[in-house]
């Protein structure tokens, strides 16, 4: 067989072990952790879904390896705590029992212990040590390790390294970046020391470097040891990509492979994690430029989904392995697709962070995309029904396409219709934005889907009661969505208005000043958008907060992006638009116009319910996902299009 990406595809061995393939699943952290730190059952599925989509190590994150000095709620491995050698060995087992090599990252979260929490006065309460005495941007002491306490977690590596090889791992990552404590000792903005762990470079290696001889002397010669470190911090005082090529070159006698990642995470989480407004693979030049200066092998990170991407990224020697993390929530079938030829097949993430943010919210996880995360306990397999029905699914956007696909693949007769020309519904208007442009062609994907699957899919056709009586269907999926919010402000029906689902239609009529009536996510992103394009963008939102609707991590973002392009009023509620702009009244009561001779109303969206109403009788079976039940998010509809079918 001729595979369609060869380098990305050919096997790598690292120590004395081979992998599979270049792609590698990076470090996620679980969510059912115990109360004592072991990893609990849907985390162990959550990681062998990996392994058997195809990644060729997978990364279990994080075991903090010293709770005395890291009382952080992750992962602990610890033969005196019941279960925890258990858990990782099934773990580990159910990762390399489909052809991955599973890998333990080890960890210390140094000053910013407790941060994974959810409840953060816990995090607060607690004894934070790092590099030195220092008090943290929140307010929060840090005392400095002693030479003593600093031996103690030296050899707490050492133990849990040994631990996690007897438990089956077959790869040891030592977290050496974005800000927790062995990136606290390699950077001088953290790092303040006098005695020999601080000061000149070697010093400030000098923790890393004992950590992993220490690992070493645990696992033995061949055994992989990988060192992940942020190639730069990217931020002002930290170092910079010179002094990584430094750090580099001290520690690569001490590992078989190197994972440069970018950034530190309590000052940088979106280059450590790039946004949708950032390009893929923003962060590799700073793996390409070390690996000039190393000979052990080197892996990238950082927005990376595309299959054409990463294939350049091996073949011209900027990195030896890709690893992806994000990506392979939205498909963990990526790596064997790939593998398979079937590149066209993959989800792409949207970077939505929906993943993240749902994590920080609830210590769950959940993706836009795929439904199974979080649940692959579950299964990711959709079995077939017992008795096969004939199901009518009334509307072609995100939900209604997932719903369709789930029901065909269940072995139902399935048909669905869409009122307009093309599949979508709001997710068309997304075309217009270049950087959620995979928002888009998620739709391309799901319609594919849907077709392979066997579903009748028909266009300009709407679902009536009369329709849906003549079809006679067993079931009936009511995905119509929601429609645009425009009340009834005078001059909001002009000329100069577009409504913001329809900008892809007529962009040539939006003129170089414009005003975006409306702050929530919708219109925010409009206005990035339009002001990166060039034009004078004001925001008009009655409320005193922009994007209330974004989530968590994907908002401070977005804010930043307002800051650089948008001149933003809020508390200012829109009484009339006019050639000139929009007429405003302040939360004073005075009247001002904010200037644009264009106007995209981004008011909102509600639910078709009238139609909802029509159709609720008409199949024995009748399941109304989406914003068609209410007015929410891609993940939602696509979740419960999923289980409708399912339900069926």
């Not at 162990?44 to 879904?49: G, N, Q, R, S, V």
């Not at 400095?144 to 050492?158: D, F, H, K, P, T």
């Not at 925010?524 to 925001?539: F, Q, R, T, Y």
Request: aromatic fraction near 6%.
């Amino acid at each position: 067989m001729k595979r369609k990406f060869p380098h990305l595809s050919s096997p790598i061995t690292i120590g004395r072990v081979t992998f599979r393939n270049r792609m590698f699943s990076a470090p996620m952290g679980g969510t059912d952790i115990t109360n004592d730190g072991c990893i609990g059952p849907k985390s162990t599925a959550f990681y062998e879904l990996r392994g058997k989509g195809g990644a060729a190590a997978v990364t279990v994150s994080e075991c903090m390896v010293h709770p005395k000095t890291d009382g952080s709620h992750a992962y602990h491995l610890d033969t005196t705590i019941l279960n925890s050698l258990a858990a990782a060995t099934y773990t580990a087992d159910a990762i390399h029992r489909h052809g991955a090599v599973p890998s333990l990252e080890l960890s210390h979260s140094g000053m910013y212990a407790g941060t994974y929490m959810t409840d953060k006065t816990k995090q607060h309460e607690m004894h934070q040590w790092g590099a030195c005495d220092t008090v943290r941007a929140d307010g929060v002491k840090v005392k400095a390790l002693s030479e003593e306490m600093i031996r103690e977690i030296v050899e707490a590596y050492g133990q849990t390294a040994a631990l996690a090889k007897r438990a089956g791992f077959g790869m040891i990552m030592i977290h050496g970046g974005h800000g927790w404590l062995l990136n606290q000792f390699l950077s001088p903005y953290f790092n303040k020391r006098t005695d020999k762990y601080g000061g000149s470079l070697e010093n400030r290696c000098r923790l890393a470097m004992e950590v992993l001889q220490s690992v070493r002397e645990a696992v033995g010669p061949g055994f992989p040891i990988e060192f992940r470190m942020s190639g730069s911090e990217l931020f002002e005082g930290g170092y910079a990509l010179e002094e990584g090529v430094r750090i580099a070159q001290q520690l690569e006698p001490y590992i078989d492979l190197l994972h440069v990642s970018a950034g530190t995470y309590q000052r940088g989480f979106g280059d450590t994690h790039p946004s949708m407004f950032k390009e893929h693979g923003c962060n590799v030049y700073l793996a390409a430029e070390i690996k000039k200066h190393v000979s052990i092998p080197v892996a990238t990170i950082g927005a990376l989904n595309d299959p054409e991407q990463m294939e350049e990224i091996i073949a011209s020697g900027k990195a030896d392995v890709v690893y992806m993390a994000r990506a392979l929530l939205a498909d963990p079938f990526l790596p064997r697709k790939i593998m398979e030829n079937r590149d066209d097949e993959i989800v792409k993430c949207l970077r939505c962070f929906t993943c993240m943010a749902e994590r920080a919210a609830t210590s769950t996880r959940r993706c836009t995309v795929n439904p199974l995360i979080g649940r692959e306990i579950e299964g990711n397999e959709v079995r077939p029904a017992v008795v096969k029905k004939k199901v009518l699914v009334a509307g072609g956007g995100p939900g209604g396409l997932y719903a369709a696909y789930t029901a065909a693949r269940r072995g139902h007769q399935v048909i669905l219709c869409e009122k307009e020309a093309e599949l979508g519904g709001i997710l068309k208007s997304e075309q217009a934005l270049p950087f959620k442009h995979e928002m888009y062609e998620l739709i391309g994907t799901y319609e594919k889907f849907a077709r392979n699957a066997g579903v009748e899919i028909h266009l300009n056709t709407e679902v009536t009661p009369e329709l849906a009586e003549k079809e006679n269907a067993d079931a009936l999926i009511v995905a119509v969505g929601s429609t645009p919010l425009v009340p009834p402000i005078p001059g909001l029906d002009g000329e100069n208005v577009v409504i913001v689902n329809d900008y892809y239609k007529q962009k040539e009529k939006v003129t170089d000043k414009v005003v975006v009536f409306g702050g929530g996510l919708a219109g925010c992103e409009c206005a990035i958008h339009l002001g990166m394009e060039g034009k004078e963008v004001h925001l008009v939102e009655m409320r005193n907060e922009l994007a209330p609707d974004a989530n968590v991590r994907h908002r401070p973002l977005l804010l930043k992006e307002i800051d650089k392009y948008v001149t933003v009023h809020t508390g200012c509620r829109g009484m009339e638009v006019t050639k000139e702009g929009i007429i405003c009244e302040t939360e004073k009561k005075e009247q001002i116009l904010v200037p644009g001779t264009s106007v995209i109303c981004a008011l909102g969206q509600h639910s078709r319910t009238d139609i909802v109403d029509t159709l609720r009788d008409c199949a024995p079976y009748v399941a109304v996902i989406g914003d068609a039940g209410k007015v929410s998010t891609i993940t939602n509809a696509v979740y419960e299009g999923y289980h409708a079918a399912l339900d069926i």
